[in-house]
T-cell receptor, first 114, second 110 residues
Framework: DTGVSQDPRHKITKRGQNVTFRCDPI?????LYWYRQTLGQGPEFLTY????????KSRLLSDRFSAERPKGSFSTLEIQRTEQGDSAMYLC????????????FGPGTRLTVL | QQPVQSPQAVILREGEDAVINCSSS?????VHWYRQKHGEAPVFLMI?????EQKGHEKISASFNEKKQQSSLYLTASQLSYSGTYFC???????????FGTGTRLTIIP
């Protein structure tokens, strides 16, 4: 399977704990995006990378969120000091080169903060 | 600025047609359409670029009115597999991120 993969698929954590999610994009894709989706809403942009460079981060994102893509391949999204409001589906997507290429989404990581 | 989609929900019988609309208050460079089934990831349908270029599935048709900053997705002779929530994602000039709308839930009944 050469699609976008995400790990873990589900994460339950207690408020205040740190969590880290991993995304493996399609191998030849240079662009990688992170989104957050809550029930009944469309995906909400968090950040994106062109190779290893983080080009934009949503202004809605607090300093508790950080993402990196160290070698331009896989990416990690870390949430520090989780809050109940962080509960959501975290989606990763990749595209070939630019924002004008179709994005291929991974299955997502569902985060539940108790 | 989040694009506005209409209708919010629609129920069709198999074989009927539907139009889903997406409007933005900002000048757009491109509009992307995705379909998401319950519990699954969004799947790409179509990209419409300023200037008329389109990329997408042959069985899906869409339009992009650059003057009105509106896009419409046309679903003809609907099949049960068309059920799901349709999202438009809009890209503004100079900003290559997508802003997704709140979605249109489409239900196809036999």
């Amino acid at each position: 399977d050469t699609g976008v993969s995400q790990d873990p698929r589900h994460k339950i954590t207690k408020r205040g704990q740190n969590v880290t999610f991993r995304c493996d994009p399609i191998s030849e894709h240079n662009r990688l995006y992170w989104y957050r989706q809550t029930l009944g809403q469309g995906p909400e942009f968090l950040t994106y990378f062109q190779n290893e460079a983080q080009l934009e981060k949503s202004r809605l994102l607090s300093d508790r969120f950080s993402a990196e893509r160290p070698k331009g391949s896989f990416s990690t999204l870390e949430i520090q000091r989780t809050e109940q409001g962080d509960s959501a589906m975290y989606l990763c997507a990749s595209s070939y080169r630019t924002g004008r290429d179709e994005q291929f989404f991974g299955p997502g990581t569902r985060l539940t903060v108790l | 600025q989040q694009p506005v989609q209409s209708p919010q929900a629609v129920i069709l019988r198999e074989g009927e047609d539907a139009v889903i609309n997406c409007s933005s208050s900002k000048a757009l460079y491109s509009v992307h359409w995705y379909r998401q089934k319950h519990g699954e990831a969004p799947v790409f349908l179509m990209i419409l670029l300023k200037g008329g270029e389109q990329k997408g599935h042959e069985k899906i048709s869409a339009s992009f009115n650059e003057k009105k900053q509106q896009s419409s997705l046309y679903l003809t002779a609907s099949q049960l597999s068309y059920s799901g929530t349709y999202f438009c994602g809009t890209e503004m000039f100079g900003n290559e991120k997508l802003t997704f709308g709140t979605g249109t839930r489409l239900t196809i009944i036999p």
